[in-house]
């Protein structure tokens, strides 16, 4: 069977841009594959440098996927800072990794080109930690969004140099990007993102689940007027939930006039009650259980480690520690 790795950063409450766009993909492959799935806390401290937020993001993430369905009988599923197997071996990529090499990542040459003072030695090495969480594991894909794939390719070229310079040792993993994944319009239009505040979060309370949803901007065209579909974030968001018969029935609504933004996003609302009716009473009932989400992922941590550090100890023995 093959194996697949992926890691999500620890960045606050879920919403539907990130189910859509990657959590329904790491809660399926479960069942094809064998699955390892990491909260990525050491790459969150690049950015997150409040141990509060650290603490509740991390924990609200492990919630959220478990209430969506990870299954951590079927996938390993742990927190990245649990094993000291992946900072040890960043640090033997760093030696065999060359600066230039860095300085064509996307992450820093934004920050570089945005000016920013505070450009840590953590950012500037992200990509070689990535290396260390992936190749760790030896996966044969990693199911990424399409802004991580030069941090795979990058992960490729530290794996080769590193075969080329100790002896084979690492399997050279492919990256799995589904082309298909819509990128989720938030409640302004552009892209559903937690740094533009403009989210529909999945496990909010009811009442602020409305008030997003309700705030979602439409156009101004009176209720009694056909309306474009293919022009409304409310029709747009819908579509991506709803089975094609809803969403057909939806768009004769809209052409027809007669038919208000109101009553769409009344329908909308009630299609995501709907979706994640489970998943949301799940949340609220594991997420009081503390002692149950540290032993899943403590669980997780032991076996991840049986893998992680058998390839270390292999390297070690490359570089000539053992
Ligand atoms: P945010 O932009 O809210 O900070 P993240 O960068 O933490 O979200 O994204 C986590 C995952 O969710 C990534 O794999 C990303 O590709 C996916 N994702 C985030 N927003 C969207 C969106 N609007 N549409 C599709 N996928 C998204
Ligand atoms: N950099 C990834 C992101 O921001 C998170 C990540 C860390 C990751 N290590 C990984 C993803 C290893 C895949 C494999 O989305």
Redesign the pocket.
Known sequence: MKRVLSG??P?GKA?L??Y???IRQHVEMQYEFDTFLFIADLHALTTVKDPEKMRSQTYELAVSYLALGLDPDKTVFFKQSDLSEHAELCWIFDCITHMPFLERAHAWKDAKAKGKKEVTVGLFNYPVLQAADILLYQPDLVPV?Q?QKQHIEMTRDIAKSFNNLFGDTFKIPESLIKKE????PGIDGQ?????YEN?IDIFAPEDKLKKQVMSIITSSIPLEDPKDPKNCNVFQIYKLLATDKETAYLEKKYLAGGFGYGEAKNLLLAKILETFGPARKKYQEIFPQKDYIKEILEEGAKKAKETSSKTLKEVKKKVGYL
Do not use: F, Y
């Open positions: 999500v950063q960045s919403h841009g990130n859509l766009g990657a969004g802004d994944v819509a990128v989720v892209k559903m993102s937690k740094s989210t």
